[in-house]
């Protein structure tokens, strides 16, 4: 399953079933598990964790080193889970030693062409990031959430959980659960509706994130009374929950 012209360095881990295609090059401190396919000409290097059922196409750079000045040659990582989809050109560096030395890719993630993941960045599960989308380092994105096409994040902006980052668009602050934004500058635009739809949230559920909704944007109430109002309602609900939690831990402010 290994191309002749494939370089697999000395101490490089993989496990039965990978596929290596020609001219990929593989580094000594690479762990890649079965069922992951790469494609040809890809660099996998650094101190690199792949787990099962991947399909990294071709002209990746995964687990290189971090676009960061600061950055000295220290010993670092970059995790990927399981059944995720890397399509051409994309580029995943690994972490740094002034945030937790790890950049990690969760599991299920649909990542399109020329998409570039910064140093310590922490991706969730079952997201999608439309083509040449870009993250700075250090950001945070919750599971499912939708990034499109040339969509950008600032170093240490965290992309909530449900929502959804328009065509274009960049964020410079935190973007909440299940919130839209579109535009330059990104405003809000709703709630992700059509993607809790598709992900069985009940009616009872999109209630409140709509009550919610309307409590951060729709009010003239500062932030903070906000929060109160939403940790106010009766019976607070999962989902409420972490739109709570999201708000308590921003500390660059949500866009608003």
Request: glycine share 10%.
């Amino acid at each position: 399953m290994i191309h002749e012209t494939a370089v697999i360095s000395k101490g490089a881990q993989l496990a039965d079933g990978v596929t290596i295609g020609p001219y990929s090059i593989i580094g000594p401190d690479v762990s890649i598990a079965s069922g992951t396919i790469i494609e040809s000409h890809v660099l996998i290097t650094g101190r690199t964790n792949i787990g099962q059922d991947n399909h990294i196409y071709s002209f990746s750079s995964i687990g290189d080193h971090p676009q960061d000045m600061k950055y000295k040659g220290e010993d670092t990582e970059l995790e990927i889970g399981d059944r995720n989809t890397i399509r051409e050109y994309c580029t995943i560096n690994k972490g740094t030693i002034q945030d937790t030395g790890v950049t990690r890719l969760g599991n299920d993630n649909w990542i399109m062409a020329y998409v570039h993941l910064a140093h310590d960045c922490q991706v969730g599960s079952n997201t999608i990031f439309a083509n040449n989308t870009t993250l700075a380092g250090h950001v945070e994105v919750g599971d499912y959430a939708i990034l499109g096409g040339f969509s950008g994040a600032h170093q240490y902006c965290k992309i909530g959980c449900h929502s959804f980052l328009g065509m274009y668009s960049g964020v410079s602050r935190d973007l909440p659960p299940y919130v839209i934004v579109t535009g330059q500058p990104a405003i809000p635009r709703g709630i992700n509706l059509e993607g809790l739809k598709r992900r069985d949230f009940n009616p009872d559920q999109i209630r409140n994130i709509k009550t919610a909704y309307k409590y951060l944007y729709k009010s003239e109430l500062r932030l903070e009374e906000a929060q109160e109002k939403i940790s106010g309602l009766n019976e607070v609900s999962n989902e409420l929950h972490v739109m709570i939690n999201f708000l308590k831990a921003s500390s660059r402010g949500i866009v608003r």
